[in-house]
């Protein structure tokens, strides 16, 4: 006799609350956290490969892809937390790689492969924020040092120099610092700028990095100076920098992406060319990635939904407004806290926090229907047929049809704050409950 066994079929959603979390892999492939997996999506053909992550853990706290797309890294939390490193070809763990001993950080906030993908940063969360520096085929840190002035002062982002494995790049709350590796020691260069919040920055050339503030402040360093300096709109916080062929974009609040180009061959200034507006003004823009070959950029946003713009030179040139396009379904940006499966089709029913309520198809991994409204709404239920939904919010519960693009009530019943609801399985009576009451 065989024994039953449950395993990932499609999963909808992404977890956004760490930086950097969206990779491309090849130019349909995707690779992202969900709950405690790493999903590799081909976005055309709806496909998922799931890599769950050891179960004693606390959550993925960090993730990066090596430049080469061969291996990738994630840190997982834990009282004594830990990086992951999986092949990218055939799936496999190829070593964990533990902090050094004596620290008290619950988990990595930030990752970083050199451009040949033997080395690995890892910076290490409060109260210790100790950057380590791994050869990770060997296991274990070959340079550790305190990245953060005091306690208080957070780790924002650390990044190795695409062009140089041995220097880093350290943001935070209120500095900026370049470290160099030498000799079994990292040597630190701090850099003379305002106590800002410096929330991610990227490299541009060997000797130049591009920093963004919560602020809302864009600073160039050079060789460990400040050369120009630039504010995103109308001051609005950067939460992502990407580096293009020409210059850099830059996302955060106010609804667009601003593409700033270098003005001169030995990119010594840049200035904005190009705001190019979300959908929404009011969406805030969480990360950003683009293609190997720069000519497609992705753009995480808060309400865990990814775009896509083509941004080649091609493309840049038009003078026709360029437009996002949707890149990834549209998923819940809060908790779920309400699901129900469909006897006799293939769809599933969702509510959060978020006010929506959704139905999804898990078949073609697609979300067929998406309905706002001015109030949360406590549970769903699906009808067998799929025909009617029921749903309880704080007022009543109402029963709805289920159209091809929207909700429709047909009956509200005076039930407050129905925290549970279910059709039979034929379909002709439901019960819901309020309190300690339960209703046929």
Not at 82 to 90: A, G
Not at 260 to 268: H, T
Request: with cysteine; net charge negative.
């Amino acid at each position: 006799m065989s024994i039953a066994s449950v395993q990932h079929g499609y999963v909808f959603g992404i977890k956004n609350d760490i930086p950097d979390n969206i990779f491309y892999v090849e130019e349909n492939t995707i690779l992202y956290p969900a709950g405690s997996n790493i999903i590799i999506a081909n976005v055309e053909q709806k496909s998922q490969r799931f890599i769950p992550i050891s179960e004693p853990g606390d959550g993925i706290s960090a993730v990066s892809v090596s430049a080469d797309r061969h291996v990738f890294a994630v840190a997982e939390k834990s009282h004594r937390p830990s990086i992951h490193i999986y092949d990218l070809h055939n799936y496999r763990k190829r070593r964990q790689l533990l902090p050094i001993e004596g620290t008290h950080a619950k988990e990595f906030v930030s990752l970083s492969f050199s451009i040949d993908s033997k080395y690995l940063a890892a910076q290490l969360s409060e109260p210790d924020w100790v950057l380590h520096y791994y050869a990770w085929e060997k296991g274990k840190p070959i340079a550790t040092i305190s990245a953060s002035p005091s306690p208080d002062q957070p780790v924002n982002q650390v990044t190795i120099n695409p062009f140089d494995g041995t220097e880093f790049c350290v943001t935070g709350k209120g500095f900026v610092t370049i470290y160099r590796y030498s000799e079994g020691v990292l040597r630190p260069l701090h850099v003379r700028l305002p106590p800002y919040n410096y929330l991610c920055h990227c490299w541009m050339t060997m000797d130049r990095v591009v920093v963004g503030t919560q602020e809302g402040y864009i600073f160039m360093i050079a060789n460990g100076e400040m050369v120009q300096q630039a504010v995103f709109g109308e001051g609005n916080a950067i939460a992502a920098l990407q580096n293009m062929k020409q210059g850099f974009a830059v996302g955060g609040v106010g609804g667009y992406v601003s593409i700033y180009e270098f003005m001169s061959p030995d990119w010594s200034s840049f200035e904005q060319t190009r705001r190019i507006p979300l959908p929404d003004t009011e969406l805030i823009i969480t990360g950003m990635t683009s293609t190997t070959s720069e000519g497609t950029l992705l753009v995480e946003l808060d309400s865990n939904q990814i775009y896509k713009i083509a941004l080649t030179a091609t493309d840049l040139a038009k003078p026709d407004d360029l437009k996002f396009e949707v890149f990834s379904e549209s998923n819940h940006h809060g908790a779920v806290t309400g699901l129900d499966l469909c006897i006799r089709k293939p769809l599933l029913v969702t509510c959060s926090p978020d006010k929506s309520i959704r139905i999804w198809n898990y078949q073609t991994g697609t979300c067929e229907l998406v309905k706002y409204f001015t109030e949360e709404a406590h549970s769903v239920a699906l009808h067998p047929s799929g025909l009617y939904l029921l749903a309880g919010f704080s007022d009543k519960l109402r029963l709805m049809n289920v159209l091809m693009d929207d909700l429709r009530p047909v009956r509200e019943f005076g039930i407050r704050a129905c925290k549970e609801c279910r059709f039979s399985n034929g379909g002709h009576s439901f019960a819901a409950a309020h309190g300690n009451i339960i209703q046929i």
